[in-house]
Structure formats: structure tokens, C-alpha cells
């Protein structure tokens, strides 16, 4: 079946950092990935899309500046939060899809902490 | 603007009993909707996926089906044990992936 693999799955950074988060599909191609955040008890909040080869599309209140993302190829697609601050600790989960009638297959979530 | 609306927001039961997760959705031009677990601090598991076409779908305990034209789907679970306890989510695809807010699951041994 599809498989998405998500790295690292934790993650600790000083204020101030940035952070990369990966998102790959294994055994096929993602022409869209998705980008969400989960905030504890709350439900999962898409951040972004992103269609290979484009830029991707943000929601509102996401700073694209801040959270880049990079969709370079069928297989990987790429979160890097910039000069990251206490508030932005949270859990990001990636999803990815192929053709708009498929499912989508998540990755299994970067809990990001940052100090 | 599709919306994703879940009832009940949480729910507790027994074990054994069998049990419905309701989810509605605004704008029923979908793609197909999904319905996945979340386990505490977990990404999310695909339990079901129903296309547009479809009206129901089953994996082993669970069923879940599909009325686009009313926007409701339901997620049945038979004979409900301990380990199903968790967050259920649904999730419908037009552009793009609209979760509900999801049904938080307590089976009580």
C-alpha cells in the first residue's frame, strides 16, 4: 500500500533556528502534499498545499516567509520552519496524494519543540 | 466553503456495543472522504476511504457509508473493544483535505 514516511519524528531547537521536515512517498508519486499542524486537542489545521513543480498555496494566517515549503519531485516534498519561536511548537503531520479521487496517505507526524 | 461538522465531539460506551460516528459536510461536490484513527501524539491511520461514486465501504468491524446528496456519512463500529479507543477524524477531498474536528472515543472495558 502507499506509504508515507515523515522524518525526523521529534525534534528540539533553540529560538531562533530552523528546522527542516521531510515528507517522502515511498512506493509512489505524489503530485500533492499537504502540510498541517496540530495544536494539542485541537483538530488538524492545513497549512498548505503543494503541487510538484509549483508553489505551494497557503492558507490564510500561514507566513509562507516562515514555514517554506519545498515541492521539488514526485517523492519529497519539504517543511523548513524559519527562525522558529516557542509558539510555533507544535505537531506537523504531512500527507500526501496522487490523483484527486485517490486517498491520502500521512506521513506519522513531526512533533516539533522548540526552547 | 466546505465545512466538516462531527457528532458527537466525544463519546463513551462500553465494550461490546456497537456504535455510530456521524460526520457532515457542507458542499457535496467531493472527491471521496476518508475516515482515519489519531492515537494520542500519532499521525493518523486511514480506516476507510468511500469515492464520490460509492455508498459504503467495510473493513472487518467497520463500516462506513456514504450520502453525498444529504452531505452525512456515518462510521459504524461492531462490537467495540478497548484498543478502538482513540480520535476518529473524517475528512472530505474537493481542492483540498477538510477534516472535521473529530469524535473522541472511550471504550470502557
Known amino acids: 500500500g502507499a506509504v508515507v514516511s515523515q522524518h525526523p519524528s521529534w525534534v528540539i531547537c533553540k529560538s531562533g533556528t530552523s528546522v527542516k521536515i521531510e515528507c517522502r512517498s515511498l512506493d509512489f508519486q505524489a503530485t500533492t502534499m499537504f502540510w498541517y499542524r496540530q495544536f494539542p486537542k485541537q483538530s488538524l489545521m492545513l497549512m498548505a498545499t503543494?503541487?510538484?513543480?509549483?508553489?505551494?498555496?497557503?492558507e490564510q494566517g500561514v507566513e509562507k516567509d516562515k514555514f517554506l515549503i519545498n515541492h521539488a519531485s514526485l517523492t519529497l516534498s519539504t517543511l523548513t520552519v524559519t527562525s522558529a519561536h516557542p509558539e510555533d511548537s507544535s505537531f506537523y503531520i504531512c500527507?500526501?496524494?496522487?490523483?484527486?479521487?485517490?486517498?491520502?496517505?500521512f506521513g506519522s507526524g513531526t512533533r516539533l519543540t522548540v526552547v | 466553503k466546505q465545512e466538516v461538522t462531527q457528532i458527537p465531539a466525544a463519546l463513551s460506551v462500553p465494550e461490546g456495543e456497537n456504535l455510530v460516528l456521524n460526520c457532515s459536510f457542507t458542499d457535496s461536490a467531493i472527491y471521496n472522504l476518508q475516515w482515519f484513527r489519531q492515537d494520542p501524539g500519532k499521525g493518523l491511520t486511514s480506516l476507510l476511504l468511500?469515492?464520490?461514486?460509492?455508498r459504503e465501504q467495510t473493513s472487518g468491524r467497520l463500516n462506513a457509508s456514504l450520502d453525498k446528496s444529504s452531505g452525512r456519512s456515518t462510521l459504524y463500529i461492531a462490537a467495540s473493544q478497548p484498543g478502538d479507543s482513540a480520535t476518529y477524524l473524517c475528512a472530505v477531498r474537493d481542492d483540498k483535505i477538510i477534516f472535521g474536528k473529530g469524535t473522541r472515543l472511550h471504550i470502557l472495558p
Open positions: 468511500i469515492q464520490s461514486s460509492q
Open positions: 500527507s500526501a496524494s496522487g490523483k484527486p479521487n485517490y486517498g491520502y496517505t
Open positions: 503543494s503541487n510538484e513543480g509549483s508553489k505551494a498555496t497557503y
